[in-house]
């Protein structure tokens, strides 16, 4: 039953933790976080909802963000309205150039959360893009399928279209190939391939299976290139298409399955 024990609460200050039965550890996150999950807000505005004393967990109002909570199997309350989990929800992006990957910006620059509109404000997205770069851009609210995604292990397949500012060398192609040293060790191999050129630059496509920061420029900066158009055009098999820039879709339920299998609780229509 969901409805909440009849007259005054106790309340749990912050520092106090809430004690009940106990349910897999695994389960458990922070109150803010799993207000975050659960589509509700952002953690960070979790923060003073919580502490005002508008949450309740089981009856209890809690003012300890920080107190672990089972989201899937307690009752959550904020301001007497039982939260339940969100749909799940799988976009893809065309993220354009110019547009930071932040929920909120310091310079008050557009984010992509200024293009998802308010019924995708509380959706993450999987992995980032840099502000000057375009292309697929994965978002969502189920939290394990993104993590499958973004996790090292994963080795998941991202394809980028680069511009260079000059023709590349073929001994510089095959060091992208073996692996480019960079301040923090040498990257892993990647697939490189020619794509186009002419007199203004070259266009080559890099298969990267790792994600660090800014790597695609950092590679071939370390190579004495300018990197002057970056567009990531797929990850693992599903491909950017023919989505405009700024343009917004849902993934079907077989682009879902074919990146990550989505959580239990949230697995789409076998149905394409």
């Known amino acids: 039953m969901d409805h909440a024990p009849h007259g005054k609460e106790k309340k749990v200050a912050k520092g106090e933790r809430l004690r009940r039965p106990a349910g ?20 960070s505005q979790a923060r003073p909802l919580i502490e005002s004393g508008r949450v309740s967990v ?18 959550i309350r904020v301001d007497d309205r039982v939260i339940r989990p969100a749909a ?37 997205p999987v992995g980032r ?8 851009l994965l978002l969502t609210n189920d939290t ?9 292990e994963s080795k998941m397949p991202k394809v980028y279209h680069v511009k ?22 040498k990257t892993a191999p990647a697939e490189a391939v020619r794509l186009r050129q002419n007199e ?27 990197v002057e158009n970056l567009v990531r055009v797929r990850i693992g098999d599903v491909a950017l298409g023919p989505l405009s820039p700024g343009g917004i879709r849902p993934l079907t339920p077989g682009e879902v399955r074919r990146l990550a299998p989505p959580s ?3 697995s789409p229509s076998k149905r394409e």
């Open 144 to 152: 394990q399928w993104g993590n499958r995604i973004a996790a090292p």
């Open 200 to 226: 203004k630059g070259e266009w080559i496509v890099l298969t990267l299976r790792e994600g660090r920061n800014r790597q695609v420029r950092r590679m071939c900066e370390a190579l004495g290139y300018q």
């Open 264 to 266: 239990k609780a949230s």
């Open 129 to 136: 893009l840099d502000k000057e770069t375009s292309g697929l």
């Open 88 to 124: 799940p929800v799988y976009l893809m992006m065309h993220k354009p150039k110019g547009v930071v990957t932040t929920r909120l910006d310091e310079r008050d620059r557009k984010t992509v959360y200024d293009l998802l509109g308010e019924e995708g404000q509380w959706l993450f």
């Open 58 to 75: 089981n009856g209890r109002c809690i003012q300890n963000p920080e107190v672990r909570v089972d989201p899937d199997r307690e009752v």
């Open 24 to 43: 897999p550890p695994e389960r458990k996150v922070s109150l803010a976080r799993a207000l975050s999950k659960l589509g509700f807000t952002s953690r």
């Open 164 to 185: 260079l500012n000059r023709s590349i060398s073929e001994e510089d192609m095959a060091q992208l190939r073996s692996g480019v040293l960079l301040e923090e060790g």
